[in-house]
């Protein structure tokens, strides 16, 4: 048996929150609400939102010895989530300058402070995390040479699933080991190129052309479209209609959902349709983590 169902490696920031009426462009100044200050970073909303929905997840992550970090680590620990391999100190934990409109929409800005500091060697003394989970997923926010690491410490069996996020050139190594690569319109067109065209179900076949066993573009409320490689299929997966709030952390909760039950031994389409669920329920409520359901507050499919 694995010993975790799933494992993160990636970001734990503290999101610094305001709310505005319209998002700022350049050169302007907006007025906005209090500042709230979340448990927030691509991997530590992964953790959260897994256990939150009952798997046996753990992270692999840095923080920083302050009061971000201990926010951070308290939060993982109230959603369930094994902590032995958050590392803490070396550097301040990292922050994400947030803004949020009235629509839920948001700007984020990171700061990337101790997941800066995730380094190939602290994968590799992690190995035994790495090869006991089931599934491995990460994300960008930490150094690129660490999920190059996480791709070579993966077990035998182990199921890698990948957000590119913040959108970076990946090494063909990476992109190989991806089941899924998961990621939003915007990512989608960066990794494919200024020349990329037609519709996102179109983009799919580009994607899975740069050498990805799977793959899952999230359209937010419009729901997602699935690929896999291997059987050559494309699916439309819908989302239940919900009133968004805030959609601060959905995509991490989606990708959550989605790599757990992969690992549970659902298909790309079933996974998702549970992942959609999960991410709109995500957005009807405040902030990252806090905005995460468990099984009973899931909308209907
Ligand atoms: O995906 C949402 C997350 O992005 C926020 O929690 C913020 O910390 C940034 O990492």
Same mark, same amino acid.
């Given at each position: 048996?694995?010993?975790?169902?799933?494992?993160?490696?990636?970001?734990?920031?503290?999101?610094?929150?305001?709310?505005?009426?319209?998002?700022?462009?350049?050169?302007?100044?907006?007025?906005? &609400? +209090?500042? =709230?200050?979340?448990?927030?970073?691509?991997?530590?909303?992964? #953790?959260? @939102?897994?256990?939150?929905? !009952? $798997? %046996?997840?753990?992270?692999?992550?840095?923080?920083?010895?302050?009061?971000?970090?201990?926010?951070?680590?308290?939060?993982?620990?109230?959603?369930?989530?094994?902590?032995?391999?958050?590392?803490?100190?070396?550097?301040?934990?990292?922050?994400?300058?947030?803004?949020?409109?009235?629509?839920?929409?948001?700007?984020?800005?990171? &700061? +990337?402070? =101790?997941?800066?500091?995730?380094?190939?060697?602290?994968?590799? #003394?992690? @190995?035994?995390?790495?090869? !006991? $989970? %089931?599934?491995?997923?990460?994300?960008?926010?930490?150094?690129?040479?660490?999920?190059?690491?996480?791709?070579?410490?993966?077990?035998?069996?182990?199921?890698?699933?990948?957000?590119?996020?913040?959108?970076?050139?990946?090494?063909?190594?990476?992109?190989?080991?991806?089941?899924?690569?998961?990621?939003?319109?915007?990512?989608?067109?960066?990794?494919?190129?200024?020349?990329?065209?037609?519709?996102?179900?179109?983009?799919?076949?580009?994607?899975?052309?740069?050498?990805?066993?799977?793959?899952?573009?999230?359209?937010?409320?419009?729901?997602?479209?699935?690929?896999?490689?291997?059987?050559?299929?494309?699916?439309?997966?819908?989302?239940?209609?919900?009133?968004?709030?805030?959609?601060?952390?959905?995509?991490?909760?989606?990708?959550?959902?989605?790599?757990?039950?992969?690992?549970?031994?659902?298909?790309?389409?079933?996974?998702?349709?549970?992942?959609?669920?999960?991410?709109?329920?995500?957005?009807?409520?405040?902030?990252?983590?806090?905005?995460?359901?468990?099984?009973?507050?899931?909308?209907?499919?």
């Amino acid at each position: 048996m694995h010993v975790h169902e799933l494992l993160v490696v990636g970001s734990a920031n503290a999101d610094l929150v305001i709310g505005v009426e319209r998002r700022p462009s350049a050169g302007e100044t907006v007025l906005g &609400s +209090p500042l =709230a200050v979340h448990p927030g970073g691509k991997g530590a909303n992964q #953790a959260v @939102a897994a256990a939150r929905l !009952g $798997a %046996r997840t753990a992270l692999l992550a840095r923080v920083g010895d302050d009061e971000h970090g201990r926010l951070l680590l308290a939060s993982q620990r109230a959603a369930g989530v094994d902590v032995d391999g958050v590392l803490v100190g070396g550097a301040p934990t990292g922050v994400a300058l947030i803004t949020v409109d009235p629509s839920g929409d948001n700007s984020i800005v990171v &700061s +990337p402070g =101790a997941n800066a500091l995730l380094s190939p060697a602290d994968v590799r #003394a992690a @190995a035994p995390l790495v090869r !006991g $989970a %089931r599934v491995v997923s990460t994300q960008l926010e930490i150094p690129l040479d660490a999920v190059v690491e996480t791709v070579r410490t993966l077990g035998a069996e182990g199921r890698f699933v990948l957000n590119p996020s913040p959108p970076a050139a990946l090494p063909a190594e990476v992109l190989a080991a991806c089941d899924p690569l998961v990621l939003n319109e915007h990512e989608a067109r960066v990794l494919l190129g200024p020349s990329v065209s037609g519709e996102p179900r179109d983009w799919v076949l580009g994607l899975l052309s740069l050498g990805p066993r799977s793959v899952v573009v999230t359209l937010g409320s419009a729901g997602a479209i699935v690929a896999d490689g291997r059987a050559e299929v494309c699916v439309r997966v819908d989302s239940p209609r919900v009133t968004a709030v805030d959609t601060t952390g959905a995509g991490d909760a989606f990708t959550a959902a989605l790599a757990w039950r992969l690992g549970l031994g659902e298909d790309l389409a079933a996974a998702a349709g549970y992942a959609v669920r999960v991410g709109s329920a995500a957005v009807t409520r405040p902030g990252a983590q806090d905005s995460y359901p468990t099984p009973d507050q899931l909308p209907a499919a």
